[in-house]
């Protein structure tokens, strides 16, 4: 685990940095639509698109507790923690059912 925690460091640190970036293209690409001028259907559907904050914090709140679920759990499984490859298991199962509620809440949003 020792050998393990500098490269996801390194991984968290670029995920961060691309998520920064992200961030900062959306807002100009909205910037510039909406000082282009007056606004089609088509260009207010795109615009809403771009600033889905609602349903992206969503993502992110369901994620996060999912992931923070499945650590509490395995800190009731018994396991050898320099051996075992099964607390990374437990965890991409949560994460997994993260993901999976966020597409039952998007599906279910989509539909009304």
């Given at each position: 685990m020792k050998q393990l925690m500098p490269f996801i460091i390194v991984i968290v640190f670029f995920?961060?940095?691309?998520?920064?970036?992200?961030?900062?293209?959306?807002y100009r690409?909205?910037?510039?639509?909406?000082?282009?001028?007056?606004?089609?259907?088509t260009g207010l559907k795109f615009l809403q698109h771009l600033s889905g904050f609602g349903t992206e914090s969503m993502k992110w709140a369901i994620i996060l507790m999912t992931t923070g679920l499945g650590l509490i759990?395995?800190?009731?499984i018994p396991y050898s923690a320099e051996d075992s490859p099964l607390p990374y298991g437990v965890e991409l199962v949560f994460v997994a059912a993260g993901f999976f509620l966020y597409y039952l809440f998007i599906r279910n949003n989509r539909n009304k």
């Open positions: 995920i961060v940095i691309a998520m920064f970036i992200l961030a900062l293209y959306n690409l909205k910037k510039r639509i909406i000082e282009a001028g007056p606004l089609d259907e759990v395995m800190q009731f």
